[in-house]
């Protein structure tokens, strides 16, 4: 424990406001009275979160045993009452949960770190479920001393010790804790490998726990290496991948860069991929098809666009139509009539008002839909010349046109003009000025 103290003495500054999950469990209680003791000296601001999953008897006296413990000690207490579940997966459904909760109360108090009591038993039981189920270099490296997560570090400050370890400080220490009787029951596989597992392996190495934190530490190594080095090749960029670059690389690179545009995403949220649906992410970006969607989990997809590959929430798409006032704005665009701009692109559109049916209006593109291009005979699909401009899939379905009220096209923003657009030194009494602010496929990965 003198290793823990030191560590908690160098990492912790004066004024610093930090939030503990605390159980109520001997590891938690433990980690809160080794926080209490800095308290005074380092004028610490301690919350403590407690999440009270009303599945046990004992939920409730849990709860008002940590709270009580807490105010007597002068930190706040913070409380999480989960009321439903998904009746599918709890587990999974407890961890989002409980995720958000200290998400929240990071931001709430503009906290520093969130402490978690997680210790070398713990490590051991997560490796070897990840080794078990199968899993790829960073899950079996488990989980770290330190980690960076939404904007905050956590911090498991007891990963050297075990079990034994914590409950023997606690009883010398007089720390009281309350037990959960449904961690003696073998019927979660954690349970197993703590009951049956860890009591062999410690059979021939008390600080087994060691051995399994250096194995760990070794392989974060390898795997900072790896992503160091895919990082200098700017292969990913802002969750998006060059598959230019991408097909350069042999097969293990390809699957790593794969795991590193997936785990963007989970720092940010609740986010779980099979080895079997990288294969299928693997697949699509080594297709020869341009445009492909790959149907992901917990509302997210992977997309093929051309050139590049990237992970982002589905979005629904929904036809609009809608009458051009003086202004349209939406998520990409904004178009507006404007009498005084002198440009000349495919961004501004002049029309003669007694040529064409008023009032104007911004609409989704449809696969009927036609043109006439200026100075080209006869008319054109618009699917076809947003495909021959390489606009993607996904993007194409929401691509704004401009058409008067009889719904003739005038104008595709950004890329044709209508035989009814004026050049500048022609009669025209309206002018159409569209300004692009975000389009994801332009970004360019060097």
Known sequence: MEEVNKYLEQLLNINDTIVLSCSGGPDSMCLLSLLLNFKKSKNLNIIVAHVNHKVREESEEEETFVKEYTKFHGAIFELLTINNYNKKNFHDDARVQRYKFTDELMTKYKAKYLFTAHHGDDLIETILMRIERGSNLTGYIGFKKEMEHNGYKVIRPLITLNKQEIKKFDDTNNIPYRIDKTNMSNIYTRNRYRNLILPLLREKNDDIQLKYLKFSQELNNYDTFIKSCISDKNILKENHININKYNNEDAFLKRKIIEMCIQDIQQKDEFYVTDSVIDEIQKAIE??????????????????????????????????????????????????????????????????????????????????????????????????????????????????????????????????????????????????????????WEKKID
């Open 287 to 440: 297709s020869p098809k341009p445009n492909i969607k790959v149907n992901l989990n917990n509302g997210y997809v992977g997309i093929k666009e051309y050139d590049t590959f990237y992970i982002s929430r589905q979005k629904e798409y929904k036809d609009y139509d809608i009458l051009l006032k003086d202004r349209f704005e939406n998520e990409f665009w904004i178009i507006k009539t404007d009498v005084s701009t002198e440009e000349n692109s495919n961004y501004i559109f002049r029309f003669l008002s007694n040529e064409i049916s008023l009032p104007l209006h911004i609409k989704s593109c449809k696969q009927t839909d036609i043109i006439k291009p200026k100075n080209l005979n006869g008319t054109k699909k618009v699917k076809d010349i947003l495909k021959d401009c390489k606009i993607p899939l996904e993007k194409r379905k929401s691509y704004p046109l401009i058409v008067d009220n009889k719904g003739i096209v005038l104008a595709i923003p950004g890329l044709k003009k209508s035989q009814f657009d004026k050049d500048k030194s022609q009669k025209y009494d309206i002018i159409i000025k569209c300004k692009e602010k975000i389009w994801i």
